[in-house]
C-alpha cells in the first residue's frame, strides 16, 4: 500500500523543502529541521544542474538511511519519468511537482507512490485530482493570495490542497486556516541557506520551531 500522504500532511501541516544543499550539510539540516518538529522534507531536483538526476537521489538515500521514518522524505520538483523513477529507487516516500505533467503523474501511479502536482487555476486543479494526485500543490500561493484561494476552492472542495510559495511565519496560520488547505510547503523562509551553509544548526531548529509551534493539533518534535 503506498503512504497515505493525506493523512500525513494533515497531522504535520509543514513540508519544508530543501534545494542546492551540499552533500555533507544534508543529513545535518535534515536532523536540525527535525528537532525543530518538521517531519516532512522535500529535495528537490535542480533543473539547472547537469548532475540533478544523481544529487538528488544521493541527497535522498543518505537522509533515508539515516533518519527511516522519523522523517518522511519526498522529492520536489520532479519534472519527467526517469527523475521520477531515480528518486523513488532511492527512497523518496512521495512526489512534489512544480506543473501539471499528465505523464509525471502517470509514472507515479505506475510506481506507485502518491504525487502532489502544481497548479495554479481551477481547470488544472481538478485535471490534477481527476488523474490521480494525492493532493494538489497550490503554487504561487503567496502571489494568488488568501482571496484566491478563498474564491475557487468553493465549486472544487473535494480537492486537497497544499499551498506553497510565499508562505513564512507572518501568515502561516492564514493560509492553513483556508477552505480545503491540508498543509504548506515552505523553502527557504525555513531551510536558510546562510544557516546551513554555516552549519548553524541550532538556530535553524530555533527557526523552525517558530513556525511548528504556531500549529495546533500537532505533536511537535516527540
Given at each position: 500500500m503506498p503512504l497515505d500522504l493525506w493523512e500525513h500532511v494533515k497531522k504535520h501541516r509543514i513540508v519544508v523543502a530543501v534545494r542546492g544543499i551540499a552533500p555533507e550539510q544534508i543529513l545535518p539540516a535534515a536532523k536540525a529541521l527535525y528537532d525543530g518538529g518538521i517531519r516532512m522534507l522535500e529535495i528537490t531536483f535542480d533543473q539547472a544542474s547537469p548532475t540533478c538526476l544523481t544529487d538528488t537521489p544521493a541527497a535522498i538515500r543518505q537522509v533515508r538511511?539515516?533518519?527511516?521514518?522519523?522523517?518522511?522524505?519526498g522529492a520536489g520538483t520532479v519534472m519527467s519519468p526517469e527523475q521520477a523513477r531515480a528518486a523513488v529507487e532511492a527512497g523518496a516516500q512521495y512526489l512534489l511537482t512544480p506543473n501539471l505533467d499528465l505523464e509525471v503523474i502517470a509514472a507515479a501511479r505506475?510506481?506507485?507512490?502518491?504525487?502532489?502536482?502544481?497548479?495554479?487555476?481551477?481547470?488544472?486543479?481538478?485535471?490534477?485530482?481527476?488523474?490521480?494526485a494525492a493532493l494538489v500543490k497550490l503554487f504561487p500561493a503567496g502571489c494568488l493570495g488568501p482571496g484566491y484561494i478563498k474564491a475557487i476552492t468553493a465549486p472544487i472542495r473535494q480537492?486537497?490542497?497544499l499551498t506553497m510559495g510565499g508562505v513564512d511565519?507572518?501568515?502561516?496560520?492564514?493560509?492553513?486556516?483556508?477552505?480545503?488547505?491540508?498543509?504548506?510547503g515552505i523553502g527557504s523562509a525555513i531551510a536558510r541557506k546562510d544557516l546551513i551553509e554555516a552549519g548553524r544548526w541550532q538556530e535553524l531548529t530555533a527557526l523552525a520551531l517558530r513556525y511548528t509551534s504556531?500549529?495546533?493539533?500537532?505533536?511537535?518534535?516527540?
Open positions: 538511511q539515516a533518519m527511516g521514518d522519523d522523517m518522511l522524505v505506475v510506481l506507485d507512490v502518491p504525487i502532489v502536482p502544481g497548479a495554479m487555476t481551477p481547470s488544472e486543479i481538478a485535471a490534477a485530482w481527476k488523474a490521480g480537492v486537497p490542497l511565519e507572518t501568515n502561516l496560520t492564514e493560509y492553513l486556516a483556508l477552505p480545503c488547505v491540508v498543509g504548506t504556531q500549529l495546533t493539533g500537532k505533536e511537535g518534535a516527540e
